[in-house]
Protein backbone atom coordinates (compact mmCIF):
# COMPACT_ATOMS: atom_id res chain seq x y z
CA UNK A 1 0.00 0.00 0.00
CA UNK A 2 1.11 3.59 -0.78
CA UNK A 3 0.53 6.14 1.70
CA UNK A 4 0.19 8.15 -0.96
CA UNK A 5 -3.21 6.97 -2.22
CA UNK A 6 -4.55 7.45 1.71
CA UNK A 7 -4.62 11.59 0.61
CA UNK A 8 -5.73 11.11 -3.18
CA UNK A 9 -8.57 13.64 -4.34
CA UNK A 10 -11.44 13.55 -6.27
CA UNK A 11 -11.27 15.97 -9.37
CA UNK A 12 -14.04 18.57 -9.75
CA UNK A 13 -14.27 17.03 -13.04
CA UNK A 14 -15.16 13.52 -11.49
CA UNK A 15 -17.95 15.31 -9.49
CA UNK A 16 -18.90 16.47 -12.55
CA UNK A 17 -19.01 13.19 -14.27
CA UNK A 18 -20.92 11.44 -11.33
CA UNK A 19 -23.65 13.62 -11.70
CA UNK A 20 -23.80 13.18 -15.21
CA UNK A 21 -24.20 9.55 -14.65
CA UNK A 22 -26.93 7.74 -15.54
CA UNK A 23 -27.54 5.24 -12.15
CA UNK A 24 -28.13 8.17 -10.32
CA UNK A 25 -30.67 9.47 -7.83
CA UNK A 26 -34.12 11.38 -9.33
CA UNK A 27 -33.55 14.70 -9.56
CA UNK A 28 -37.02 16.34 -8.53
CA UNK A 29 -36.77 18.99 -5.72
CA UNK A 30 -37.35 21.92 -6.42
CA UNK A 31 -36.13 25.14 -4.24
CA UNK A 32 -39.27 24.98 -2.25
CA UNK A 33 -39.11 20.89 -1.65
CA UNK A 34 -34.94 21.48 -0.73
CA UNK A 35 -35.78 24.74 1.76
CA UNK A 36 -38.91 22.76 3.17
CA UNK A 37 -36.54 19.97 3.69
CA UNK A 38 -34.24 22.10 5.76
CA UNK A 39 -36.84 23.18 7.79
CA UNK A 40 -38.24 19.83 8.24
CA UNK A 41 -34.83 18.67 9.92
CA UNK A 42 -33.63 22.13 11.32
CA UNK A 43 -37.33 23.42 13.11
CA UNK A 44 -38.10 20.46 15.54
CA UNK A 45 -34.84 19.18 17.20
CA UNK A 46 -34.07 22.53 18.28
CA UNK A 47 -37.72 23.81 19.55
CA UNK A 48 -39.18 20.90 20.64
CA UNK A 49 -36.55 18.43 22.12
CA UNK A 50 -33.52 21.19 23.54
CA UNK A 51 -35.01 24.25 24.64
CA UNK A 52 -36.29 22.98 27.99
CA UNK A 53 -33.28 20.62 28.61
CA UNK A 54 -30.83 23.87 27.80
CA UNK A 55 -32.93 26.32 29.56
CA UNK A 56 -33.56 24.48 32.91
CA UNK A 57 -29.96 22.62 33.45
CA UNK A 58 -27.52 24.84 31.47
CA UNK A 59 -28.55 28.49 30.45
CA UNK A 60 -31.55 30.09 31.75
CA UNK A 61 -33.46 32.82 30.21
CA UNK A 62 -30.07 33.48 28.27
CA UNK A 63 -30.96 30.19 25.99
CA UNK A 64 -31.79 32.73 23.56
CA UNK A 65 -28.18 33.88 23.02
CA UNK A 66 -26.58 30.35 23.29
CA UNK A 67 -29.42 29.89 19.85
CA UNK A 68 -28.03 33.01 18.55
CA UNK A 69 -24.33 32.04 19.22
CA UNK A 70 -25.19 28.73 17.63
CA UNK A 71 -27.10 30.34 14.54
CA UNK A 72 -23.60 32.85 13.71
CA UNK A 73 -21.32 29.99 14.12
CA UNK A 74 -23.84 27.81 11.21
CA UNK A 75 -23.99 31.10 8.99
CA UNK A 76 -20.32 31.00 8.86
CA UNK A 77 -20.29 26.92 7.80
CA UNK A 78 -23.90 27.45 5.64
CA UNK A 79 -22.16 29.85 3.69
CA UNK A 80 -19.44 27.07 3.11
CA UNK A 81 -21.51 24.73 2.23
CA UNK A 82 -23.99 26.83 -0.09
CA UNK A 83 -20.86 27.67 -2.04
CA UNK A 84 -19.63 23.58 -2.12
CA UNK A 85 -23.20 22.54 -3.01
CA UNK A 86 -22.99 24.73 -5.89
CA UNK A 87 -19.85 23.91 -6.87
CA UNK A 88 -20.28 19.33 -6.61
CA UNK A 89 -24.04 18.89 -6.69
CA UNK A 90 -23.92 15.00 -5.88
CA UNK A 91 -24.73 13.18 -3.13
CA UNK A 92 -22.63 13.20 0.49
CA UNK A 93 -22.08 16.52 1.59
CA UNK A 94 -19.13 16.70 3.85
CA UNK A 95 -17.94 13.64 2.57
CA UNK A 96 -18.17 14.64 -0.64
CA UNK A 97 -16.21 17.69 -0.02
CA UNK A 98 -13.74 16.43 1.75
CA UNK A 99 -12.88 14.12 -0.48
CA UNK A 100 -12.07 17.18 -3.13
CA UNK A 101 -9.82 18.89 -0.95
CA UNK A 102 -8.42 16.62 1.55
CA UNK A 103 -8.11 13.26 0.01
CA UNK A 104 -9.78 9.75 0.62
CA UNK A 105 -8.47 9.26 4.63
CA UNK A 106 -10.02 12.23 5.79
CA UNK A 107 -13.13 12.11 3.40
CA UNK A 108 -14.02 8.53 5.14
CA UNK A 109 -13.09 9.83 8.75
CA UNK A 110 -16.02 12.96 8.10
CA UNK A 111 -18.36 10.65 6.68
CA UNK A 112 -17.85 8.01 9.52
CA UNK A 113 -18.78 11.35 11.93
CA UNK A 114 -21.55 12.05 9.94
CA UNK A 115 -23.20 8.71 9.83
CA UNK A 116 -22.94 9.05 13.66
CA UNK A 117 -24.08 12.49 14.03
CA UNK A 118 -27.31 11.61 11.67
CA UNK A 119 -28.17 8.77 13.28
CA UNK A 120 -27.67 9.78 16.89
CA UNK A 121 -29.66 13.00 15.73
CA UNK A 122 -32.67 10.60 14.85
CA UNK A 123 -32.08 8.65 18.04
CA UNK A 124 -32.26 12.02 19.98
CA UNK A 125 -35.17 12.80 18.36
CA UNK A 126 -36.97 9.50 18.87
CA UNK A 127 -36.84 9.69 22.73
CA UNK A 128 -38.52 13.78 23.24
CA UNK A 129 -41.19 12.26 20.64
CA UNK A 130 -42.37 9.96 23.27
CA UNK A 131 -42.59 12.39 25.99
CA UNK A 132 -44.48 14.74 23.59
CA UNK A 133 -46.91 11.42 22.87
CA UNK A 134 -46.87 11.17 26.65
CA UNK A 135 -48.08 14.78 27.17
CA UNK A 136 -50.57 14.49 23.86
CA UNK A 137 -52.33 11.36 25.69
CA UNK A 138 -52.35 12.84 29.11
CA UNK A 139 -54.13 16.20 28.03
CA UNK A 140 -56.72 14.57 25.49
CA UNK A 141 -57.35 11.16 27.09
CA UNK A 142 -56.24 11.84 30.89
CA UNK A 143 -53.87 8.45 30.74
CA UNK A 144 -50.00 8.04 29.77
CA UNK A 145 -47.81 5.36 28.45
CA UNK A 146 -46.43 3.45 31.68
CA UNK A 147 -42.89 5.10 32.77
CA UNK A 148 -41.20 1.88 32.76
CA UNK A 149 -41.41 1.88 28.78
CA UNK A 150 -40.74 5.70 28.25
CA UNK A 151 -36.97 5.80 28.80
CA UNK A 152 -33.68 3.31 28.35
CA UNK A 153 -33.01 1.47 30.95
CA UNK A 154 -29.79 3.68 31.58
CA UNK A 155 -31.35 6.61 33.02
CA UNK A 156 -33.38 6.07 36.97
CA UNK A 157 -36.99 7.31 35.98
CA UNK A 158 -38.08 9.44 38.76
CA UNK A 159 -41.92 9.67 39.77
CA UNK A 160 -42.72 11.71 42.61
CA UNK A 161 -40.20 10.79 45.74
CA UNK A 162 -39.68 7.23 43.83
CA UNK A 163 -37.76 5.73 41.07
CA UNK A 164 -38.58 3.49 38.76
CA UNK A 165 -36.55 1.17 36.41
CA UNK A 166 -37.36 1.75 32.29
CA UNK A 167 -36.78 -1.80 30.32
CA UNK A 168 -36.42 0.91 27.16
CA UNK A 169 -38.23 3.53 24.92
CA UNK A 170 -40.83 1.22 23.01
CA UNK A 171 -42.69 4.44 21.50
CA UNK A 172 -39.43 5.45 19.83
CA UNK A 173 -38.62 2.20 18.78
CA UNK A 174 -42.10 1.91 16.95
CA UNK A 175 -41.76 5.59 15.53
CA UNK A 176 -38.27 4.93 14.15
CA UNK A 177 -39.67 1.37 12.20
CA UNK A 178 -42.85 3.50 10.55
CA UNK A 179 -40.02 5.98 9.23
CA UNK A 180 -37.91 3.55 7.71
CA UNK A 181 -41.06 2.00 5.96
CA UNK A 182 -41.50 5.37 4.92
CA UNK A 183 -37.69 6.14 3.59
CA UNK A 184 -37.87 2.91 1.90
CA UNK A 185 -41.05 3.38 -0.11
CA UNK A 186 -39.33 6.53 -1.77
CA UNK A 187 -37.71 10.22 -1.71
CA UNK A 188 -41.22 11.77 -3.69
CA UNK A 189 -43.42 9.95 -0.62
CA UNK A 190 -40.98 11.12 1.60
CA UNK A 191 -41.11 14.52 0.33
CA UNK A 192 -44.95 14.85 0.45
CA UNK A 193 -45.20 13.01 4.04
CA UNK A 194 -41.72 15.91 4.93
CA UNK A 195 -43.78 18.88 3.17
CA UNK A 196 -47.27 17.89 5.53
CA UNK A 197 -45.37 17.92 8.23
CA UNK A 198 -43.45 21.05 8.27
CA UNK A 199 -46.78 22.57 7.69
CA UNK A 200 -48.13 21.50 10.48
CA UNK A 201 -45.35 22.39 12.70
CA UNK A 202 -44.81 25.69 11.34
CA UNK A 203 -48.81 26.31 12.02
CA UNK A 204 -47.66 25.17 16.01
CA UNK A 205 -44.60 27.08 16.44
CA UNK A 206 -46.56 29.95 14.71
CA UNK A 207 -49.10 29.74 17.34
CA UNK A 208 -46.96 28.97 20.21
CA UNK A 209 -45.16 32.75 19.74
CA UNK A 210 -48.59 34.82 19.41
CA UNK A 211 -50.11 32.35 21.97
CA UNK A 212 -47.49 32.18 23.96
CA UNK A 213 -46.85 36.36 24.15
CA UNK A 214 -49.79 36.87 26.14
CA UNK A 215 -48.59 34.80 29.17
CA UNK A 216 -45.11 36.15 29.26
CA UNK A 217 -44.25 37.08 32.67
CA UNK A 218 -41.28 39.35 32.25
CA UNK A 219 -40.40 39.35 35.89
CA UNK A 220 -39.36 35.53 34.78
CA UNK A 221 -36.45 36.40 32.64
CA UNK A 222 -34.83 39.25 34.81
CA UNK A 223 -35.92 38.39 38.70
CA UNK A 224 -35.79 34.90 38.99
CA UNK A 225 -32.96 34.71 41.73
CA UNK A 226 -30.06 33.43 40.47
CA UNK A 227 -29.90 30.53 43.85
CA UNK A 228 -33.03 29.40 42.10
CA UNK A 229 -30.56 27.66 39.02
CA UNK A 230 -30.78 23.69 39.07
CA UNK A 231 -27.21 22.21 40.26
CA UNK A 232 -24.02 21.63 37.68
CA UNK A 233 -21.60 19.42 39.71
CA UNK A 234 -20.98 17.94 42.77
CA UNK A 235 -18.97 21.05 43.76
CA UNK A 236 -22.05 23.36 43.39
CA UNK A 237 -24.22 21.16 45.00
CA UNK A 238 -21.74 21.03 48.21
CA UNK A 239 -21.60 24.71 48.10
CA UNK A 240 -25.16 25.26 48.33
CA UNK A 241 -25.97 22.81 50.99
CA UNK A 242 -23.35 23.32 53.64
CA UNK A 243 -24.83 21.26 55.72
CA UNK A 244 -23.94 17.94 53.37
CA UNK A 245 -20.66 19.43 52.66
CA UNK A 246 -20.08 19.54 56.58
CA UNK A 247 -20.84 15.80 56.48
CA UNK A 248 -17.47 15.28 53.92
CA UNK A 249 -13.90 15.47 55.08
CA UNK A 250 -11.73 18.40 53.92
CA UNK A 251 -10.28 17.01 50.75
CA UNK A 252 -11.95 13.90 50.22
CA UNK A 253 -13.69 15.28 47.00
CA UNK A 254 -12.07 17.84 44.17
CA UNK A 255 -13.27 18.71 40.69
CA UNK A 256 -12.30 14.99 39.52
CA UNK A 257 -15.40 13.75 41.92
CA UNK A 258 -19.09 13.07 40.93
CA UNK A 259 -21.64 12.64 42.50
CA UNK A 260 -22.08 8.68 42.18
CA UNK A 261 -18.15 8.54 43.60
CA UNK A 262 -19.12 10.38 46.49
CA UNK A 263 -22.04 8.66 47.68
CA UNK A 264 -19.89 5.78 46.97
CA UNK A 265 -17.07 6.74 49.33
CA UNK A 266 -19.62 8.46 51.90
CA UNK A 267 -22.73 5.94 51.70
CA UNK A 268 -23.66 7.71 55.20
CA UNK A 269 -24.49 10.69 52.74
CA UNK A 270 -28.04 9.49 51.65
CA UNK A 271 -29.46 8.97 55.14
CA UNK A 272 -32.68 10.80 55.32
CA UNK A 273 -32.75 11.19 51.84
CA UNK A 274 -35.43 9.63 49.36
CA UNK A 275 -35.09 8.24 46.40
CA UNK A 276 -35.21 11.21 44.38
CA UNK A 277 -32.58 13.12 46.21
CA UNK A 278 -30.34 10.10 46.22
CA UNK A 279 -30.54 9.75 42.25
CA UNK A 280 -30.09 13.70 41.54
CA UNK A 281 -26.94 13.40 43.96
CA UNK A 282 -25.88 10.36 41.36
CA UNK A 283 -26.48 12.54 38.63
CA UNK A 284 -24.30 15.10 39.17
CA UNK A 285 -21.14 15.49 37.11
CA UNK A 286 -17.66 16.33 38.31
CA UNK A 287 -16.77 19.99 37.73
CA UNK A 288 -14.67 19.46 35.14
CA UNK A 289 -17.64 18.38 32.78
CA UNK A 290 -19.14 22.07 33.30
CA UNK A 291 -16.16 23.44 31.43
CA UNK A 292 -15.76 20.45 29.01
CA UNK A 293 -12.31 20.25 27.60
CA UNK A 294 -11.17 23.62 28.83
CA UNK A 295 -11.27 22.43 32.10
CA UNK A 296 -8.93 19.24 31.20
CA UNK A 297 -6.61 21.70 29.31
CA UNK A 298 -6.04 23.96 32.75
CA UNK A 299 -8.01 26.95 30.91
CA UNK A 300 -10.85 26.58 33.51
CA UNK A 301 -9.39 28.97 36.28
CA UNK A 302 -8.96 31.84 33.92
CA UNK A 303 -12.24 31.65 32.94
CA UNK A 304 -14.11 31.64 36.10
CA UNK A 305 -14.19 35.25 37.01
CA UNK A 306 -16.11 36.20 33.88
CA UNK A 307 -18.44 32.96 34.82
CA UNK A 308 -19.26 34.54 38.33
CA UNK A 309 -18.92 38.25 36.84
CA UNK A 310 -22.07 38.47 34.24
CA UNK A 311 -23.96 35.55 36.80
CA UNK A 312 -27.92 37.68 36.83
CA UNK A 313 -31.13 36.65 36.93
CA UNK A 314 -30.94 36.72 33.47
CA UNK A 315 -27.34 34.74 32.77
CA UNK A 316 -27.81 32.35 36.04
CA UNK A 317 -25.39 29.78 34.82
CA UNK A 318 -23.05 32.13 33.60
CA UNK A 319 -20.66 32.97 30.86
CA UNK A 320 -20.29 28.79 30.86
CA UNK A 321 -23.82 27.64 30.56
CA UNK A 322 -24.09 30.14 27.88
CA UNK A 323 -21.32 28.41 25.62
CA UNK A 324 -22.67 24.76 26.95
CA UNK A 325 -25.90 25.87 25.66
CA UNK A 326 -24.93 26.57 22.18
CA UNK A 327 -22.49 23.56 21.71
CA UNK A 328 -25.53 21.36 22.95
CA UNK A 329 -28.39 23.25 20.86
CA UNK A 330 -25.82 22.84 17.98
CA UNK A 331 -27.32 19.76 16.56
CA UNK A 332 -30.85 21.22 16.39
CA UNK A 333 -29.16 23.48 13.37
CA UNK A 334 -28.30 20.05 11.18
CA UNK A 335 -30.90 20.75 9.04
CA UNK A 336 -29.29 22.88 6.65
CA UNK A 337 -26.83 21.08 5.95
CA UNK A 338 -28.61 17.76 5.11
CA UNK A 339 -30.02 19.99 2.40
CA UNK A 340 -26.26 19.27 0.97
CA UNK A 341 -26.67 15.92 0.80
CA UNK A 342 -29.64 16.00 -1.54
CA UNK A 343 -28.03 17.71 -4.35
CA UNK A 344 -28.44 15.12 -6.41
CA UNK A 345 -31.49 14.48 -6.12
CA UNK A 346 -32.30 18.54 -6.58
CA UNK A 347 -33.22 20.34 -10.08
CA UNK A 348 -31.24 23.08 -11.39
CA UNK A 349 -28.76 22.27 -7.61
CA UNK A 350 -26.13 24.96 -8.56
CA UNK A 351 -29.25 27.73 -7.99
CA UNK A 352 -31.27 26.17 -5.51
CA UNK A 353 -29.26 24.32 -2.65
CA UNK A 354 -27.59 27.17 -1.49
CA UNK A 355 -30.89 29.51 -1.99
CA UNK A 356 -32.64 26.63 0.31
CA UNK A 357 -29.56 26.29 2.74
CA UNK A 358 -29.03 29.84 3.35
CA UNK A 359 -33.28 30.76 3.81
CA UNK A 360 -33.70 28.10 5.77
CA UNK A 361 -31.21 28.29 8.10
CA UNK A 362 -32.15 32.15 8.50
CA UNK A 363 -35.86 31.78 9.32
CA UNK A 364 -35.24 28.58 11.83
CA UNK A 365 -32.92 30.75 13.64
CA UNK A 366 -35.27 33.19 14.17
CA UNK A 367 -37.94 31.18 15.27
CA UNK A 368 -35.83 29.42 17.77
CA UNK A 369 -34.54 32.40 19.31
CA UNK A 370 -38.68 33.70 19.79
CA UNK A 371 -39.87 30.28 21.09
CA UNK A 372 -37.20 29.98 23.54
CA UNK A 373 -37.97 33.68 24.52
CA UNK A 374 -41.91 32.89 25.42
CA UNK A 375 -40.93 29.51 26.59
CA UNK A 376 -38.31 31.46 29.68
CA UNK A 377 -40.94 34.30 29.82
CA UNK A 378 -44.22 31.56 30.46
CA UNK A 379 -42.67 30.17 33.57
CA UNK A 380 -39.13 30.00 35.15
CA UNK A 381 -36.84 28.60 33.72
CA UNK A 382 -35.76 26.09 36.46
CA UNK A 383 -39.54 24.57 36.45
CA UNK A 384 -39.21 24.24 32.44
CA UNK A 385 -40.06 20.57 31.90
CA UNK A 386 -37.07 19.42 30.20
CA UNK A 387 -38.66 16.53 27.75
CA UNK A 388 -41.90 18.10 26.44
CA UNK A 389 -41.53 21.82 27.26
CA UNK A 390 -43.42 23.51 25.18
CA UNK A 391 -46.48 21.71 24.71
CA UNK A 392 -45.83 20.94 29.64
CA UNK A 393 -46.00 24.78 29.60
CA UNK A 394 -49.42 25.50 28.27
CA UNK A 395 -50.88 22.09 29.70
CA UNK A 396 -49.76 23.60 33.16
CA UNK A 397 -51.21 27.03 31.78
CA UNK A 398 -54.19 25.18 31.08
CA UNK A 399 -54.44 23.77 34.74
CA UNK A 400 -53.83 26.75 36.66
CA UNK A 401 -57.00 28.62 35.13
CA UNK A 402 -59.09 25.41 34.45
CA UNK A 403 -59.10 26.57 31.08
CA UNK A 404 -60.98 23.82 28.15
CA UNK A 405 -59.49 26.68 25.21
CA UNK A 406 -55.94 26.42 26.74
CA UNK A 407 -55.91 22.51 27.02
CA UNK A 408 -57.18 22.29 23.52
CA UNK A 409 -54.03 24.23 22.41
CA UNK A 410 -51.94 22.36 24.60
CA UNK A 411 -53.04 19.20 22.93
CA UNK A 412 -52.87 20.19 19.23
CA UNK A 413 -49.23 21.69 20.47
CA UNK A 414 -48.30 18.33 21.54
CA UNK A 415 -49.95 16.36 18.31
CA UNK A 416 -48.19 19.54 16.78
CA UNK A 417 -44.45 18.85 17.96
CA UNK A 418 -45.08 15.12 17.40
CA UNK A 419 -45.63 16.07 13.53
CA UNK A 420 -42.73 18.36 14.06
CA UNK A 421 -40.20 15.62 15.50
CA UNK A 422 -41.33 12.66 13.23
CA UNK A 423 -40.88 15.31 10.23
CA UNK A 424 -36.92 16.22 12.20
CA UNK A 425 -36.34 12.36 11.75
CA UNK A 426 -37.77 11.95 8.48
CA UNK A 427 -35.18 14.28 6.76
CA UNK A 428 -32.34 13.39 9.31
CA UNK A 429 -32.57 9.52 8.44
CA UNK A 430 -32.91 10.39 4.59
CA UNK A 431 -29.78 12.60 4.75
CA UNK A 432 -27.66 9.56 6.67
CA UNK A 433 -28.44 6.66 3.74
CA UNK A 434 -27.37 9.45 1.40
CA UNK A 435 -23.93 9.16 2.90
CA UNK A 436 -23.99 5.76 3.13
CA UNK A 437 -24.97 5.47 -0.09
CA UNK A 438 -21.66 8.25 -1.59
CA UNK A 439 -19.16 6.09 0.05
CA UNK A 440 -20.47 3.11 -1.00
CA UNK A 441 -20.27 4.31 -4.42
CA UNK A 442 -16.59 4.92 -3.93
CA UNK A 443 -15.99 1.70 -2.66
CA UNK A 444 -15.10 1.96 0.89
CA UNK A 445 -18.40 0.46 1.92
CA UNK A 446 -19.92 -3.10 0.45
CA UNK A 447 -21.79 -1.59 -2.56
CA UNK A 448 -24.44 -4.44 -2.59
CA UNK A 449 -25.59 -3.43 0.62
CA UNK A 450 -24.98 0.18 0.44
CA UNK A 451 -25.34 1.39 -2.98
CA UNK A 452 -28.00 -1.12 -4.35
CA UNK A 453 -30.95 1.18 -5.05
CA UNK A 454 -34.03 -0.89 -5.21
CA UNK A 455 -35.52 -1.06 -8.66
CA UNK A 456 -39.23 0.26 -7.95
CA UNK A 457 -38.57 2.55 -5.67
CA UNK A 458 -35.27 3.66 -6.64
CA UNK A 459 -34.12 4.30 -2.95
CA UNK A 460 -30.95 2.53 -1.05
CA UNK A 461 -33.62 0.44 0.40
CA UNK A 462 -30.63 -2.61 2.07
CA UNK A 463 -28.40 0.72 3.96
CA UNK A 464 -32.01 2.22 4.87
CA UNK A 465 -33.51 -0.79 6.88
CA UNK A 466 -29.89 -1.93 8.23
CA UNK A 467 -29.68 2.15 9.69
CA UNK A 468 -33.27 2.06 10.60
CA UNK A 469 -33.07 -1.27 13.08
CA UNK A 470 -29.70 0.98 14.47
CA UNK A 471 -31.32 3.69 15.18
CA UNK A 472 -34.38 2.33 16.67
CA UNK A 473 -31.98 0.11 19.30
CA UNK A 474 -29.95 2.99 19.94
CA UNK A 475 -33.64 5.58 20.75
CA UNK A 476 -34.57 3.06 23.07
CA UNK A 477 -32.06 1.69 24.64
CA UNK A 478 -28.97 4.31 25.02
CA UNK A 479 -29.22 7.11 27.07
CA UNK A 480 -30.62 10.27 25.57
CA UNK A 481 -27.65 13.05 27.57
CA UNK A 482 -24.96 10.25 25.86
CA UNK A 483 -26.81 10.68 22.71
CA UNK A 484 -26.84 14.32 22.40
CA UNK A 485 -23.67 15.16 22.76
CA UNK A 486 -22.21 12.59 20.30
CA UNK A 487 -24.85 14.43 17.94
CA UNK A 488 -23.45 18.12 19.07
CA UNK A 489 -19.35 17.15 18.72
CA UNK A 490 -20.02 15.04 15.69
CA UNK A 491 -21.87 18.07 14.24
CA UNK A 492 -19.33 20.54 15.18
CA UNK A 493 -16.24 17.90 13.36
CA UNK A 494 -18.54 18.42 10.18
CA UNK A 495 -18.38 22.10 10.34
CA UNK A 496 -14.92 22.72 10.63
CA UNK A 497 -13.94 20.56 7.79
CA UNK A 498 -16.25 22.14 5.47
CA UNK A 499 -15.06 25.56 6.41
CA UNK A 500 -11.68 23.87 5.50
CA UNK A 501 -12.07 22.40 2.47
CA UNK A 502 -14.27 25.23 0.87
CA UNK A 503 -10.71 27.80 2.17
CA UNK A 504 -8.05 24.74 0.40
CA UNK A 505 -10.27 24.49 -3.08
CA UNK A 506 -10.53 28.76 -3.07
CA UNK A 507 -6.57 28.39 -2.85
CA UNK A 508 -5.71 25.11 -5.01
CA UNK A 509 -8.79 25.66 -7.67
CA UNK A 510 -9.53 29.60 -8.00
CA UNK A 511 -10.31 28.89 -11.84
CA UNK A 512 -13.04 26.67 -11.30
CA UNK A 513 -16.89 27.64 -11.43
CA UNK A 514 -18.67 28.45 -8.68
CA UNK A 515 -22.12 29.42 -9.46
CA UNK A 516 -22.62 30.49 -5.46
CA UNK A 517 -19.25 31.98 -3.99
CA UNK A 518 -19.06 32.19 0.05
CA UNK A 519 -18.59 36.38 0.57
CA UNK A 520 -14.88 37.44 1.97
CA UNK A 521 -14.24 33.48 2.62
CA UNK A 522 -10.94 34.16 3.79
CA UNK A 523 -12.35 35.92 6.53
CA UNK A 524 -15.57 33.75 6.80
CA UNK A 525 -13.91 30.27 6.61
CA UNK A 526 -11.30 30.78 9.57
CA UNK A 527 -14.26 32.60 11.63
CA UNK A 528 -16.32 29.74 11.06
CA UNK A 529 -13.52 27.08 11.92
CA UNK A 530 -12.52 28.75 15.09
CA UNK A 531 -15.66 29.41 16.44
CA UNK A 532 -16.62 25.58 15.63
CA UNK A 533 -13.86 24.20 17.11
CA UNK A 534 -14.68 26.52 20.17
CA UNK A 535 -18.00 25.34 20.86
CA UNK A 536 -15.88 21.77 20.65
CA UNK A 537 -14.16 22.85 23.53
CA UNK A 538 -16.78 23.40 25.32
CA UNK A 539 -17.80 19.77 25.41
CA UNK A 540 -17.02 17.52 27.82
CA UNK A 541 -13.99 15.40 28.01
CA UNK A 542 -16.03 11.62 27.54
CA UNK A 543 -17.86 12.78 24.83
CA UNK A 544 -14.51 13.54 23.14
CA UNK A 545 -13.17 9.92 23.89
CA UNK A 546 -16.74 8.26 22.47
CA UNK A 547 -15.66 10.40 19.39
CA UNK A 548 -12.09 8.92 19.45
CA UNK A 549 -13.43 5.79 19.98
CA UNK A 550 -16.22 5.67 16.87
CA UNK A 551 -13.64 7.12 14.70
CA UNK A 552 -10.89 4.69 15.47
CA UNK A 553 -13.76 1.99 15.03
CA UNK A 554 -13.99 3.39 11.74
CA UNK A 555 -10.20 3.67 11.09
CA UNK A 556 -10.46 0.13 11.92
CA UNK A 557 -13.12 -0.68 9.13
CA UNK A 558 -11.20 1.64 6.45
CA UNK A 559 -7.75 -0.20 6.72
CA UNK A 560 -10.05 -3.80 6.95
CA UNK A 561 -12.45 -2.88 4.05
CA UNK A 562 -12.22 0.47 2.21
CA UNK A 563 -8.62 0.91 0.96
CA UNK A 564 -8.62 -2.47 -0.50
CA UNK A 565 -11.91 -1.77 -2.23
CA UNK A 566 -11.57 1.84 -3.09
CA UNK A 567 -12.46 3.05 -6.90
CA UNK A 568 -10.35 6.20 -6.30
CA UNK A 569 -7.08 3.37 -5.61
CA UNK A 570 -7.54 0.49 -7.69
CA UNK A 571 -8.28 3.57 -11.05
CA UNK A 572 -4.43 4.14 -9.91
CA UNK A 573 -3.57 0.44 -9.96
CA UNK A 574 -1.44 -0.36 -13.00
CA UNK A 575 -2.86 -3.44 -14.96
CA UNK A 576 -2.15 -6.59 -13.85
CA UNK A 577 0.68 -8.40 -16.37
CA UNK A 578 -1.31 -11.52 -17.78
Known sequence: ?????????????????????????????????????????????????????????????????????????????????????????????????????????????????????????????????????????????????????????????????????????????????????????????????????????????????????????????TSVPVENRKDVDLVDYLKRRPEIASMVPEGDYNSQTSGADLLKKHPEIAEGMTKAEVAHLESLPNSLKKWGMLGVLGIRSSLEPIDDAIRSPFMPYGFSGIMVGAALVFFAYIGFDSISTHAEEAVNPQRNVPIAILSSLLVCTLLYILVSGVLCGMEPYHQIDTKAAVAEAFRRQAVNEDSWLLNSLAAFIAVGALAGLTSVMLVQFLSQSRVFLAMARDGLLPRNLFATVHPKYRTPHRSTILTGVGIALAAGFLPIQLLEEMVSIGTLMAFVMVCSSVLILRITRPDAHRPFKCPGVFIIAPLGILVNVTLMFFLPLDTWIRLAGWLGIGILIYFGYGIRHSVMRRAHQPPTAT
Open 1 to 221: MSWKHLFERKSLEMLDSEMKSENRLHRILGPISLTSLGVGAIIGAGIFAMTGRVAANDAGPAVVLSFALAGIACIFAAMCYAEFASLAPVAGSAYTYTYATLGEICAWIIGWDLILEYSMACGVVASHWTHYLNVALLTVFGVEIPPHLTSDPFTPVVVGDHVIQAYGNIPAILIMSLITVVLVRGIRESVFTNTFLVIVKLAVVLMVIALGVGYVNYTNW
